[in-house]
């Protein structure tokens, strides 16, 4: 699966961004869709999943009530809208692919086999 990830920016605290990310892949409904950030000099942290249909969601606690992962089958396509955007925020956020037709939905980034690029998320003060 080849993922590709937009919607990155520079936004100020307390705004909103939506990041996007593609998938090409036919099978894209057999998916579990996550979404990971990486601050520098930091590990690779879960912020979010949905199932492959989307009626499950699983968010990091640091991100609840703030950010909101969807997807639409349709067009292969996962989103992340985050909203009261925080400084702490900052990250190169990752979209990752799980071949996963259950419910489960896991934070830890090892089931995960196919990642994209990234896009930087940069919140001032």
């Known amino acids: 699966v080849q993922l590709q990830a937009c919607g990155g920016g520079l936004v100020q605290a307390g705004g909103s961004l939506r990041l996007s990310c593609v998938a090409s892949?036919?099978?894209?409904?057999?998916?579990?869709m996550g979404w990971f950030r990486q601050a520098p000099g930091k590990e690779r942290d879960f912020v979010a999943a949905?199932?492959?249909?989307?009626?499950?969601?699983r968010y990091a606690d640091s991100v609840k009530g703030r950010f909101a992962i969807s997807r639409d089958n349709a067009r292969n396509m996962v989103y992340l809208q985050m909203n009261s955007l925080k400084p702490e925020d900052t990250a190169v956020y990752y979209c990752?692919?799980?071949?996963?037709?259950?419910?489960?939905?896991?934070?830890?980034?090892?089931?995960?086999?196919?990642w994209g690029q990234g896009t930087q998320v940069t919140v001032l003060q």
């Open positions: 990752a692919a799980d071949l996963n037709k259950s419910q489960r939905l896991y934070s830890d980034d090892r089931p995960y086999n196919d």
């Open positions: 892949v036919r099978t894209f409904s057999a998916y579990a």
């Open positions: 949905i199932s492959w249909s989307g009626d499950s969601t």
